[in-house]
């Protein structure tokens, strides 16, 4: 399941960067840094829990943890500038993803900082 959704995430993370490409817009710049950075978490969760000791798993864990936090913190800032600035949607619908997108930029970022966890 996680090799179908790295595929996934490798072709949002090509399609963020084309249009950073051809856009020139920098919120679309971060959100393919933060989908990128959101990629390297899957080589760990792929490769890092099999027949290792317990204490190599639970340090492949906090890795991807980390770097899964990091790159959605990132991410949600880029969709925050990128909503923050949007011409195409209705104002409604721009007014609710700016929204659920800088919640969620504040939740990683209270995550990141060590205030609280993901569980």
Do not use: C, H
């Amino acid at each position: 399941m996680w090799k179908a959704e790295f595929l996934l995430m490798a072709l949002i993370t090509i399609g963020a960067f084309f249009f950073a490409l051809n856009t020139r817009k920098l919120s679309w710049a971060i959100i393919s840094v933060g989908q990128l950075i959101i990629l390297f978490t899957y080589p760990v969760m792929l490769g890092g829990y099999r027949n290792t000791p317990l204490e190599i798993a639970e340090m492949a864990n906090e890795i991807a943890t980390v770097v899964f936090v990091f790159g959605n913190l990132v991410l949600f800032g880029g969709l925050f500038l990128l909503f923050l600035k949007d011409k195409y949607l209705k104002p409604w619908l721009r007014i609710l993803a700016y929204a659920i997108s800088g919640v969620m930029a504040i939740v990683f970022l209270i995550v990141f900082a060590g205030f609280t966890t993901l569980e």
